[in-house]
């Protein structure tokens, strides 16, 4: 795991560090896409779902923490499968699936819970308390499970090496989208043979 604090998606992957930095390197114009009227009135009662640009510190309360982080991978995961099933559509229709279809779409399914648990971790290394990190605790798994989830996508693996194998569509893009294609590539390449190793430490291992 990459520490579990964010700074783009720095938590197991991150893909969304890379991903940002190429939109800072390349002048990404990613439009952000506004909360539901929903979400910005559950916001309202809980601090960590307020989208503003300075986190609400103060506010955060332990009991916050669940709700917030529940509600937040619930509208990341809606947004990956939306992704997902654009990204295959694509590859079906036999199109190269666009740089900003994948970097974009990543990014603002990330910013979901990219927020609200980066402010968790921060209080909780410099405001602790028992609540609080009981609360970080049990949310902790959910968020690396998504992650996880994210980082070993088949749909958006095949949608950055399309876009790798497309001559014309690869030579288009900066010296930045390029190396963020090939880290989120070679990223996925590597959970996979991980994910392979431990199935294999697995079987080896005698029974009980």
Known sequence: ??????AGRVLLGGSALAVGAAHALSGSRLAHAQPPAAAMRMSAANPLLDRSFFPRFADVRAEHVAPALDAALAEASARLDSLEAEVEVEIAAGRTPSYALLADGIELLEECYAGPWRTVS???ATKDCEALRDAHAAAQPKVVEFDSRLGQSRALYRGWERLQADGAA???????????AELQILGAQL??????????????????
């Open 1 to 6: 795991m990459r520490g579990l604090t964010f």
């Open 122 to 124: 921060h209080l909780k």
């Open 170 to 180: 690869w030579a288009a893009l900066t010296p930045a989208q390029q190396r963020v």
């Open 191 to 208: 959970k996979a043979r991980a994910r392979a190793r431990r199935a294999s430490a697995a079987r080896a291992r005698p029974p009980r």
